[in-house]
T-cell receptor
Framework: QQQVKQSPQSLIVQKGGISIINCAYENTAFDYFPWYQQFPGKGPALLIAIRPDVSEKKEGRFTISFNKSAKQFSLHIMDSQPGDSATYFCAASVVLTGTASKLTFGTGTRLQVTL | KAGVTQTPRYLIKTRGQQVTLSCSPISGHRSVSWYQQTPGQGLQFLFEYFSETQRNKGNFPGRFSGRQFSNSRSEMNVSTLELGDSALYLC?????????????FGPGTRLTVL
């Protein structure tokens, strides 16, 4: 019930192309869906996040698309650059008690942007 | 503002030993969460503290424990280390208004158990 499934496991995209990473969830109580970017040797960095009352959110070259009925959300990276090469994690959270919540992460997608 | 800091960055221990990891949250953040990251299991939630109280706990054995101090700094302890405890341990802090779901991660402590 708490799982978040992420695909693909790895992705190779040419510079300037669009990178698309997909996630699906089961728990309809999830109410916050962030994406994190992680470079080797670093902790995950919050990239962009969306709540279920919005179908799309865009920040620069990064866009989250959210489909509540399908229980799916995706990250689109437009004009992908070699500097975007990293591991991307989707996540979801639900408020458990009061304002407490925990993040449930997808398994990660290793993105490589080639020249 | 300084980010989340974790010490030490690297640790090597042997089976049966215990270890304490430290996390200093972003100034003003009162919620601290801990995660274990391994290649096989990915990122898994350990526990979350707020105002020195554990609010939430993941599915880890009792060998994993934590605490939070009045200045919001947090420590996690792993007793009787096992080989499978080798992982990157990540701490994340959350700003009070946005709640615990907006989490900012530190660089992690890489623990190797031999």
């Amino acid at each position: 019930q708490q799982q978040v499934k992420q695909s693909p496991q790895s992705l190779i995209v040419q510079k300037g192309g669009i990178s698309i990473i997909n996630c699906a969830y089961e728990n309809t109580a999830f109410d916050y869906f962030p994406w994190y970017q992680q470079f080797p040797g670093k902790g995950p960095a919050l990239l962009i996040a969306i709540r279920p009352d919005v179908s799309e959110k865009k920040e620069g070259r990064f866009t989250i698309s959210f489909n509540k009925s399908a229980k799916q959300f995706s990250l689109h990276i437009m004009d992908s650059q070699p500097g975007d090469s990293a591991t991307y994690f989707c996540a979801a959270s639900v408020v458990l008690t009061g304002t407490a919540s925990k993040l449930t992460f997808g398994t990660g997608t290793r993105l490589q942007v080639t020249l | 503002k300084a980010g989340v800091t974790q010490t030490p960055r690297y640790l090597i221990k042997t089976r049966g030993q215990q270890v304490t990891l430290s996390c200093s949250p972003i100034s003003g953040h009162r919620s601290v969460s801990w995660y274990q990251q391994t290649p096989g299991q990915g990122l898994q939630f350990l526990f979350e503290y707020f105002s020195e109280t554990q609010r939430n706990k993941g599915n880890f054995p009792g060998r994993f424990s934590g605490r939070q101090f009045s200045n919001s700094r947090s420590e996690m302890n792993v007793s009787t280390l096992e080989l499978g405890d080798s992982a990157l341990y990540l701490c994340a802090s959350s700003p009070p208004r946005q709640g615990a779901d907006t989490q900012y991660f530190g660089p992690g402590t890489r623990l190797t158990v031999l």
